[in-house]
């Protein structure tokens, strides 16, 4: 970090939903020549209702024109819902609209497990990669950080665990259910969606029908 140069905003508020705020933030990055922007957290920048989907789009196109404008790279801290179901996609735990799910390039959630702390990541453009397990590390008063370690095996089946569960529920409400249909409902990734229900077609817990999925003989 000492060889980087940091700047830190300091004005007493900055409130990203006032055409002056914006402005002044706006020059600022662009008088500083800064190619990185850090906003944490959201909620602290801001007065629109973040579960008014207009108001939130309305502040996240401000920031998709600052990234475009100054060839700038933004990163966002938002926080998750308090209670979030069992096999719903971490994006779709986030606090507020769905607008700030899909705005994301790139997304990063953390969260803490019996197990410890897991970081998972969504990519527009790319698969998503499996989550991996993180430990606070304290190796003296003046260095505390993160480190990646072994993944338990508990957690390595935690995930598909649960959708194993959610779809098998799904189909116990309705008797049938297209993929389509699943993917809706569990809010999951659709090639992780496909994975689980070969591995459960595979089983006997589920058989796929002419048009949609039904329980298995199992």
């Known amino acids: 970090l000492s060889r980087i140069e940091l700047?830190?905003?300091?004005?007493?508020?900055?409130?990203?939903?006032?055409?002056?705020?914006?402005?002044?933030?706006?020059?600022?990055?662009?008088?500083?020549?800064?190619?990185?922007?850090?906003?944490?957290?959201?909620?602290?920048?801001?007065?629109?209702?973040?579960?008014?989907?207009?108001?939130?789009?309305?502040?996240?196109?401000?920031?998709?024109?600052l990234q475009r404008q100054l060839d700038l790279s933004i990163v966002i801290v938002h926080h998750t819902r308090k209670h979030v179901p069992s096999g719903v996609q971490a994006g779709q735990g986030l606090r507020g609209s769905s607008d700030l799910h899909a705005f994301g390039d790139s997304n990063l959630y953390l969260r803490r497990t019996k197990e410890g702390l897991l970081l998972s990541m969504e990519h527009r453009s790319a698969a998503a990669p499996e989550p991996v397990a993180l430990e606070l590390v304290s190796a003296d008063s003046t260095r505390i950080h993160l480190e990646v370690t072994t993944q338990p095996p508990a957690l390595k089946g935690q995930v598909k665990a649960r959708i194993d569960e959610e779809i098998l529920l799904a189909l116990q409400e309705a008797p049938t259910m297209t993929r389509s249909r699943l993917r809706d409902r569990l809010a999951v990734n659709n090639e992780r969606l496909g994975e689980v229900l070969t591995q459960l077609e595979r089983e006997g817990k589920v058989e796929r029908g002419p048009v949609a999925w039904r329980p298995g003989a199992n």
Do not use: C, K, W
């Open 7 to 65: 700047h830190v905003i300091t004005a007493p508020s900055l409130r990203l939903d006032r055409a002056e705020d914006r402005h002044q933030l706006l020059e600022a990055v662009r008088r500083l020549g800064a190619r990185f922007l850090l906003l944490d957290p959201l909620v602290r920048l801001h007065g629109a209702d973040e579960n008014n989907a207009t108001e939130m789009a309305q502040l996240l196109s401000y920031l998709r024109d």
